[in-house]
């Protein structure tokens, strides 16, 4: 069983930085693709972006290219730096770890608690 423990949320004005943090609770995280989604108050759960077990591979939702880098070190955490936000991106995030992993939410087996993010214009 992964569990997932994220950080680093909080508050923000538009055009700031927040960089989150996503740890596994086992060595086999390493295997797995991880990814983040978020979730808007009244709207449904979106991909944000992942990284492939490697680290060879990233996705991005095309609302965060070019502003969110997705990463991943040697240990157990992966990370979201997330540079000139917008007040679009308040939500809660959500890491997320599977052994593939992919764009929906159905495909991603483990969830983290989720980290409020708020940024204001």
């Known amino acids: 069983q992964v569990q997932l423990v994220e950080s680093g949320g909080g508050s923000v004005q538009a055009g700031g930085s927040l960089r989150l943090s996503c740890a596994a609770s086992?060595?086999?995280?390493?295997?797995?693709?991880m990814g983040w989604f978020r979730q808007a108050p009244g709207k449904e759960r979106e991909f944000v972006a992942s990284i492939s077990w490697s680290g060879n591979s990233k996705d991005y939702a095309d609302s965060v290219k070019g502003r969110f880098t997705i990463s991943r070190d040697n240990t157990n955490s992966a990370y979201l730096q997330m540079n000139s936000l917008k007040p679009e991106d308040t939500a809660v995030y959500y890491c997320v770890s599977d052994f593939k992993g992919g764009a929906y939410a159905r495909s991603w087996a483990y969830w983290g608690q989720g980290t409020q993010v708020t940024v204001s214009s």
């Open positions: 086992v060595r086999t995280f390493r295997n797995y693709a």
